[in-house]
Every structure is written in C-alpha cells, then in structure tokens.
C-alpha cells in the first residue's frame, strides 16, 4: 500500500447489534492497523455518569466530566477499556450503559471533547475507528468509509444472544425495543445523527456472516490503496 500506516484510516459506521465492535477488531488485525473503539469510550462516560449522578441531560457536568477522565485501550487477545486506570471492559456493555451511552453521546460538548481525542490516536498512528458519525465528522476525509445496517429483528436477535451468554436476565421484546429507541434517539439527535451519505459503501450484515462483512472491508480497503498507486 502506498499509504504509511500513520495514514491509512477506516471509518466503520452503523447502529448497535451490526457487529461494528467485531468487524473493526477484525479489520484492524488484517491491515495492521490499530483498532480504536470509539462506541467504548461514550458508554465510558456514561458509566462515569451513571456512577457520579450526573443527569445524562447536563451539558455543563458532563463536558466537564469527559475534559477530565482518561479513556485507554489496552490491546492484546481480550482487549480491554480502562476509565481512569479502571479495567470496565465488562461494565460498559449493560443495557444500562449502553441507552446512558447514547443520551451522553448526543450532547455537543461531550462529542466536541472526544473527537479531539479520536483524531489525536487515529492521527498519531492510523486506525480502524467505528462509530455512528466516524466518516461524517470525525475522518470525513479518509476515502475508507462503510456503513454496516442490519434488520431490526435481526440485530436484537444478535444483542439478545450476546447478553443471555453473560448470565443476564432479560427477554427479547426489550432487547428489540431497546434497540428501535436507541435508532430513533441516535438518528435524529441535532449534533452528528446517525447518517451516511454517498461516499460510503453500505453492507447489511443481516444474513453475512463476520468473516464475510470483514473480507468485503478489507478487499475493498486495499483495492482503493492499490489504485492509488497507479
């Protein structure tokens, strides 16, 4: 590739359950690049949130609460976030965490916050980053942009087995419901709504297994850098 590693950057965007997390880890392993799990860090203050009382409304708390924590990612087999030294791998995937993730992510001063810190590790050494808003507004200039989509059943379906896995008691209308919410909520909030536009390539994941949603990315990330050569 003629790109250097510092500047080859992949924007994996989409709703939760299309396997985003998954997908980037995958796709970070097969180019080399690092995988920075952006999706991680707003369920991050959202669990700091959640844990200091602070309403997830409050613009004024919350930018504070996110210019003063520290996100980290530890890589290796199981790669896990640390919130202020914390390992909370675990505790940022609760259904709890996660709809406090989506109301924290939509004030503008959180995001402002977070993005600084996004392009500073995408910039400093390249990466796969995914998220709801990465090819709109936090790389809008890499050409490497997919939108990942997937049926509503279908990705309820997918949370609901994931969270069964993890001992948790919960049943599959309110995964589902859940989920259409967190859709409304992420797509019409005012500061960067979940969207594509027509520089991205969309995959539904609905009936693909991981593998082939990651070969697709991956062919068509070193297709793009191959004719740049030329």
Do not use: C, W
């Not at 250097?4 to 998954?22: N, W, Y």
């Not at 967190?182 to 960067?192: I, N």
């Not at 536009?197 to 991956?218: A, H, M, N, P």
């Amino acid at each position: 590739m003629s790109s250097e590693k510092g500047s080859l950057l992949v924007a994996i965007d989409g709703p939760s359950g299309v396997g985003k997390t998954t997908t980037s880890k995958l796709v970070a392993r097969e180019l080399n690049l690092p995988h920075i799990d952006t999706g991680a860090m707003y369920r991050a203050i959202g669990l700091a949130a959640t844990r200091g009382g602070i309403g997830v409304h409050d613009a004024v708390a919350l930018e504070d609460l996110a210019a003063h924590t520290s996100i980290e990612f530890v890589p290796g087999d199981l790669p896990r976030v640390m919130l202020n030294g914390e390992d909370v791998t675990g505790l940022i995937r609760t259904p709890e965490i996660s709809m406090a993730a989506s109301h924290v992510s939509a004030v503008p001063a959180v995001r402002r916050v977070l993005v600084r810190m996004q392009q500073e590790l995408g910039r400093r050494n390249g990466g796969v980053l995914e998220g709801r808003d990465i090819g709109t507004k936090v790389f809008p200039e890499t050409p490497h942009k997919f939108f990942l989509s997937a049926r509503a059943e279908v990705r309820a379906h997918r949370r609901y087995a994931e969270l069964v896995a993890k001992g948790e008691s919960i049943d599959l209308d309110t995964v589902l419901a859940e989920a259409v919410q967190r859709d409304q909520q992420d797509s019409t909030r005012a500061d960067s709504p979940l969207m594509y536009d027509d520089t991205y390539t969309v995959i539904d994941t609905s009936d693909l297994t991981i593998s082939e949603v990651v070969e697709r990315i991956v062919r068509v990330v070193r297709e793009r850098e191959m004719s740049d050569e030329r």
